[in-house]
Nanobody
Framework: QVQLVESGGGLVQPGGSLRLSCAAS????????MNWYRQIPGKERELVAG????????NYAESVKGRFFISRDNAKRTVYLQMNSLKPEDTAVYYC???????WGQGTQVTVSS
């Protein structure tokens, strides 16, 4: 079955950087678009970034444009989210998702605080 395992979250100071990873298995990764979402407690999950199967097309939420960058390595079956210039309002649980199957990972906590 589809498995998505996120990693790379943690505590970082404002202005810092983190790189999240999502390791995928159980489906044809190289044929699947991938998304990163985030969720703040009490709020709905928000789409942060998406990437096409070959990686040639990406899209971002306005709130993260120019700071976050999504990429993928199809040989490693992994999608990444490079997060730079982090702000306290980026604090959330970050999830990866396979749009085609609707499958979610378990999430990784990102906390931006001094």
């Amino acid at each position: 079955q589809v498995q998505l395992v996120e990693s790379g979250g943690g505590l970082v100071q404002p202005g810092g950087s983190l790189r999240l990873s999502c390791a995928a298995s159980g489906f044809t990764f190289s044929s699947s678009s991938m998304n990163w979402y985030r969720q703040i407690p009490g709020k709905e999950r928000e789409l942060v970034a998406g990437i096409s199967p070959a990686g040639g097309s990406t899209n971002y939420a306005e709130s993260v444009k120019g700071r976050f960058f999504i990429s993928r390595d199809n040989a490693k079956r992994t999608v990444y989210l490079q997060m730079n210039s982090l702000k306290p309002e980026d604090t959330a649980v970050y999830y990866c998702k396979v749009p085609r199957t609707g499958s979610w990972g378990q999430g990784t906590q990102v906390t931006v605080s001094s």
